[in-house]
């Protein structure tokens, strides 16, 4: 079955510490996007990328970095420079003929 | 730049009770979408509304959108226990594939 597959599910990172997400589809998907959400708060857009080797700063991209080398994969580092990084991070790709979502799973990052 | 607005921020209802989800957009949004999360997983699609008086319905839930006033509503008729979540609205910015979520409604029906 198609999908979008995120992991892992919980993290945990020490200060100073960089770490990375990861975000693969496998629905052909050409545009992917990272999103950060705090607890009891809307999602806010990090990153995103349309197309392969090209991504854009999303509202809160600061302390943040991605790639997109391949289509299927999108992953995010969050940085030493990240203050405040414990949240949930959700992974979306879309088809650009259909617009609409499709949303991993999640990943709750917890600073340690 | 698209601002998304929902109010109630908090909802607590008894069960059978009927109430409305309103979504205010700030500028022309292409579409607009509606999400369920349950606490602890990721969204689920309900609705999307691509026009200007679409109206779509699934079960006790229906959302409307009305593109001149800027607004899109989630109706909830004869709430039940396995309606809590959190709904959110997000519009997109005309020429964009980019959502723009508002802060999302908690509602907690109560039996």
């Known amino acids: 079955d198609g999908g979008i597959t995120q992991s892992p599910k919980y993290l945990f990172r020490k200060e100073g510490q960089n770490v990375t997400l990861s975000c693969e589809q496998n629905?052909?998907?050409?545009?992917m996007y990272w999103y950060r959400q705090d607890p009891g708060q809307g999602l806010r857009l990090i990153y995103y990328?349309?197309?392969?080797?090209?991504?854009q700063k999303g509202d809160i991209a600061e302390g943040y970095s991605v790639s997109r080398e391949k289509k299927e994969s999108f992953p995010l580092t969050v940085t030493s420079a990240q203050k405040n990084p414990t949240a949930f991070y959700l992974c979306?790709?879309?088809?650009?003929?259909?617009?609409?979502?499709?949303f991993g799973s999640g990943t709750r990052l917890t600073v340690v | 730049e698209l601002k998304v607005e929902q109010n109630p921020l908090f909802l607590s209802m008894q069960e059978e009770k009927n109430y409305t989800i309103y979504c205010n957009y700030s500028?022309?949004?292409?579409?607009l979408y509606w999400y369920r999360q349950d606490p602890g997983k990721s969204l689920e699609s309900l609705f999307v509304?691509?026009?200007?008086?679409a109206v779509k319905q699934e079960g006790r839930l229906m959302a409307s959108l009305d593109t001149k006033a800027r607004l899109s509503t989630l109706h909830i008729t004869a709430a039940v226990h396995d309606l809590s979540a959190t709904y959110f609205c997000?519009?997109?910015?005309?020429?964009?594939?980019?959502?723009?979520f508002g802060t999302g409604t908690r509602l907690k029906v109560l039996a």
């Open positions: 979306a790709s879309s088809a650009t003929e259909s617009y609409g979502y499709t």
């Open positions: 629905l052909n998907h050409d545009a």
């Open positions: 990328s349309q197309i392969v080797n090209d991504f």
């Open positions: 500028t022309t949004s292409d579409r």
């Open positions: 509304l691509l026009s200007n008086g």
């Open positions: 997000a519009g997109v910015p005309e020429g964009t594939y980019k959502y723009i």
